[in-house]
């Protein structure tokens, strides 16, 4: 399993965009896609909402893969 660890400079990013931007989703549509089939967890718990704010200490996972948001 891999781990990203990613830097907040803001106080929330978008879930879709955070998936986006560290290379796990092709493109928005593509991350949206993965978000709303209920592939994505935050935290332990499947996300579903593709304008979730991530924070600082969430732990987000898309199958083998793992951002931890510092």
């Known amino acids: 399993m891999a781990t990203i660890n990613f830097q907040l400079k803001e106080e929330f ?3 879709i965009q ?3 931007y560290t290379g796990i989703a092709e493109s928005g549509a ?3 896609e993965m ?3 209920g592939q994505v967890y935050c935290n332990g ?3 579903t909402r593709k304008r979730y ?3 600082s200490g969430d732990v987000i996972v898309f199958e ?3 951002i931890e948001v510092k």
Do not use: G, Y
């Open 53 to 55: 704010k991530v924070r």
């Open 64 to 66: 083998n893969e793992t």
């Open 45 to 47: 718990e499947i996300e």
């Open 13 to 15: 990013i978008p879930l």
């Open 18 to 20: 955070l998936l986006k």
């Open 30 to 32: 593509h991350a949206s």
């Open 35 to 37: 978000v709303i089939d």
